[in-house]
């Protein structure tokens, strides 16, 4: 632990505040909110400050000298510890005069603002200015190792400073699931930055920062692949802002570490609803014939699955064409086991079902005698689904019961609930309704709690078939409107392996109620965001509301 106080929250407008404060009672004057944020503040690094007739005046001018900002008042308590009340405002007086308004085309309380965050990190020491620069060149937070390693420090002194800071009010902790977290709020960031900005060594602090974060990345490979997915999953999305930023300035500086970056974070990325991050991958293309042939394989797979999962049709038979004949000649065998698989989830866009199963299972074969329980559970679970598009539902049910199994033996959400919505919709299939209902309910519970656009919206592809079984085509087109319209806000198609299947069911709904009546149920559906699809879903009488 820090040992820093919580992060509070107060309101960003303007506090109101007290009037001439000559012969107000001290207990008025205190019940301000201007007056009582300021008290509060002042309290946290001076634990005996009490607002007295001798100081109240001075209180009442510093608040009013800073129009009642929250963040102002927040920043000039925190001095507090060092200075009395009158010398604090005279201080304050002298140093908002001499920094002027600042850019004169920013509304008055915010040059008030800048002036408060510029006489503060005035008042720092050399070391504690530097760090707090350096800071500025995270993206919505930071832990303490990695500015230590940015900053050039040892964790112990980079500790040291933090907690100046933040008994300073320049920054703040939250405290995460993931241990403590630091951050700067966005009006002191914002002119920190531009110190950042105009230091000599600003493109080390940026490349020791993108150094930082795609180690971090690619710590994440093997633990994504396996039990360790939940944990490092949730550390890459807390680090989301930092790891976008890093490949940017890969982007800008060296690509060369790019390709194996991008493998490694496809899983991420399409798990938690990041795919249009993997557009990265078309700076790259036309550059991928002069790469090394592991870095063009890596490379050419996340451009296949990327475009496949996305239902860009075209880039995907793009990518395929350019990865297939580099297959032979990949050494790594986790590498050439993926690439025969994202060759498996094209093969319907191709026609070629028979090669899907080929393909299949060579990667099957292959994974089995890696250690890779992720990626063996997809392979197994790809196989049943081939088999389900080849209408072959005894083999599919083998084949998805065993993915289902695999899968159960570590914590993955996402994989946890497609299974269920893949054996759903073949109970579905297989007229077993009652079955395919608990399978798709646990699908959707676990499709939201992975917050997954795409398995959301299978599930409701999946009820829409269940619907249409029960003899409802009214629910099922609002259904499968509500799955078209979430997936269309993202980007994406349903996968090429489903896409057959889902325009019969949507065919099927359209004959069932007339075209108009279709037209006009597909639409509300369309209409709805994933809270209200969901919920739509958890309607059994079918309602859907059509604004």
């Given at each position: 632990m820090l040992g820093l106080r919580p992060e509070r929250e107060y309101p960003v407008a303007p506090l109101p505040l007290p009037a001439d404060p000559t012969g107000v009672p001290v207990g008025e004057l205190a019940a301000s909110p201007a007056v009582a944020l300021f008290i509060d503040r002042a309290r946290a690094v001076r634990h005996d400050f009490a607002l007295t007739g001798g100081n109240a005046a001075a209180v009442v001018g510093i608040c009013r000298r800073l129009d009642g900002l929250p963040l102002a008042i927040e920043l000039a308590a925190a001095r507090i510890r060092l200075l009395d009340p009158d010398a604090l405002l005279r201080r304050l007086v002298d140093s908002l005069d001499a920094?002027?308004?600042?850019?004169?085309?920013?509304?008055?309380?915010?040059?008030?603002?800048?002036?408060?965050?510029?006489?503060?990190?005035?008042?720092?020491?050399?070391?504690?200015?530097?760090l707090l620069e350096v800071a500025a060149v995270f993206e919505d937070g930071w832990t303490v190792d990695a500015a230590a390693q940015v900053a050039g420090l040892d964790g112990d002194r980079a500790l040291e400073l933090f907690e100046a800071l933040a008994r300073q009010s320049l920054v703040s902790l939250d405290n995460t699931d993931h241990g403590?977290?630091?951050?700067?709020?966005?009006?002191?960031?914002?002119?920190?930055?531009?110190?950042?900005?105009?230091?000599?060594?600003?493109?080390?602090?940026?490349?020791?920062?993108?150094d930082y974060y795609r180690a971090l990345t690619e710590q994440a490979d093997r633990p994504l692949r396996g039990a360790g997915h939940s944990e490092w999953a949730e550390r890459l999305q807390t680090e989301e802002g930092n790891v976008a930023a890093t490949v940017e300035w890969y982007l800008a500086h060296d690509r060369a570490p790019l390709p194996h970056l991008f493998r490694v974070l496809w899983p991420f990325w399409e798990q938690r609803d990041h795919l249009s991050k993997a557009r990265w991958v078309e700076e790259l293309l036309p550059t991928a014939d002069s790469l090394d042939h592991q870095a063009r394989a890596e490379l050419l797979w996340t451009a296949l699955v990327t475009a496949s999962?996305?239902?860009?049709?075209?880039?995907?038979?793009?990518?395929?064409?350019?990865?297939?004949?580099?297959?032979?000649?990949?050494?790594?065998?986790?590498?050439?086991?993926?690439?025969?698989?994202?060759?498996?989830?094209?093969?319907?866009?191709?026609?070629?079902?028979?090669?899907?199963?080929?393909?299949?299972?060579?990667?099957?074969e292959q994974l089995r005698g890696q250690d890779e329980p992720y990626w063996t559970a997809v392979a197994v679970a790809s196989a049943g689904n081939v088999e389900t598009a080849a209408g072959r539902y005894d083999e599919a049910l083998r084949r998805l019961s065993e993915a289902r199994e695999l899968a159960d033996q570590f914590d993955n959400d996402w994989l946890a609930a497609w299974l269920r919505v893949q054996l759903g919709t073949l109970a579905v299939v297989r007229g077993r309704p009652d079955e395919a209902r608990a399978l798709l309910d646990k699908g959707l519970d676990r499709s939201s709690a992975a917050h997954s656009t795409p398995l959301v919206s299978m599930c409701l592809v999946g009820f829409a078939r269940l619907a249409l079984a029960e003899g409802d085509p009214?629910?099922?087109?609002?259904?499968?409107?509500?799955?078209?319209?979430?997936?269309?806000?993202?980007?994406?198609?349903?996968?090429?392996?489903?896409?057959?299947?889902?325009?019969?069911?949507?065919?099927?709904?359209?004959?069932?109620?007339?075209?108009?009546?279709?037209?006009?149920?597909?639409?509300?559906?369309?209409?709805?965001?994933?809270?209200?699809?969901?919920?739509?879903?958890?309607?059994?009488s079918g309602a859907v509301s059509p604004s």
């Amino acid at each position: 632990m820090l040992g820093l106080r919580p992060e509070r929250e107060y309101p960003v407008a303007p506090l109101p505040l007290p009037a001439d404060p000559t012969g107000v009672p001290v207990g008025e004057l205190a019940a301000s909110p201007a007056v009582a944020l300021f008290i509060d503040r002042a309290r946290a690094v001076r634990h005996d400050f009490a607002l007295t007739g001798g100081n109240a005046a001075a209180v009442v001018g510093i608040c009013r000298r800073l129009d009642g900002l929250p963040l102002a008042i927040e920043l000039a308590a925190a001095r507090i510890r060092l200075l009395d009340p009158d010398a604090l405002l005279r201080r304050l007086v002298d140093s908002l005069d001499a920094l002027g308004t600042g850019t004169v085309d920013l509304p008055e309380r915010q040059r008030t603002l800048r002036a408060t965050v510029a006489w503060s990190v005035g008042l720092l020491d050399d070391a504690e200015r530097s760090l707090l620069e350096v800071a500025a060149v995270f993206e919505d937070g930071w832990t303490v190792d990695a500015a230590a390693q940015v900053a050039g420090l040892d964790g112990d002194r980079a500790l040291e400073l933090f907690e100046a800071l933040a008994r300073q009010s320049l920054v703040s902790l939250d405290n995460t699931d993931h241990g403590p977290r630091l951050r700067m709020l966005e009006t002191v960031r914002a002119f920190i930055a531009g110190r950042l900005a105009a230091r000599p060594d600003l493109a080390l602090i940026q490349r020791r920062r993108s150094d930082y974060y795609r180690a971090l990345t690619e710590q994440a490979d093997r633990p994504l692949r396996g039990a360790g997915h939940s944990e490092w999953a949730e550390r890459l999305q807390t680090e989301e802002g930092n790891v976008a930023a890093t490949v940017e300035w890969y982007l800008a500086h060296d690509r060369a570490p790019l390709p194996h970056l991008f493998r490694v974070l496809w899983p991420f990325w399409e798990q938690r609803d990041h795919l249009s991050k993997a557009r990265w991958v078309e700076e790259l293309l036309p550059t991928a014939d002069s790469l090394d042939h592991q870095a063009r394989a890596e490379l050419l797979w996340t451009a296949l699955v990327t475009a496949s999962d996305m239902g860009d049709d075209p880039a995907a038979l793009d990518a395929r064409q350019r990865l297939e004949p580099l297959l032979a000649g990949i050494q790594d065998p986790y590498l050439q086991a993926v690439s025969q698989l994202a060759m498996v989830w094209t093969a319907p866009i191709v026609g070629d079902l028979d090669g899907a199963l080929r393909r299949v299972s060579a990667s099957l074969e292959q994974l089995r005698g890696q250690d890779e329980p992720y990626w063996t559970a997809v392979a197994v679970a790809s196989a049943g689904n081939v088999e389900t598009a080849a209408g072959r539902y005894d083999e599919a049910l083998r084949r998805l019961s065993e993915a289902r199994e695999l899968a159960d033996q570590f914590d993955n959400d996402w994989l946890a609930a497609w299974l269920r919505v893949q054996l759903g919709t073949l109970a579905v299939v297989r007229g077993r309704p009652d079955e395919a209902r608990a399978l798709l309910d646990k699908g959707l519970d676990r499709s939201s709690a992975a917050h997954s656009t795409p398995l959301v919206s299978m599930c409701l592809v999946g009820f829409a078939r269940l619907a249409l079984a029960e003899g409802d085509p009214e629910r099922a087109a609002r259904l499968a409107g509500a799955a078209d319209g979430l997936r269309r806000r993202v980007g994406q198609r349903a996968w090429p392996l489903v896409r057959r299947s889902e325009a019969e069911l949507v065919d099927q709904a359209r004959q069932a109620v007339g075209a108009d009546r279709f037209d006009y149920l597909y639409a509300a559906g369309c209409r709805l965001n994933q809270r209200e699809a969901v919920a739509a879903v958890r309607d059994r009488s079918g309602a859907v509301s059509p604004s």
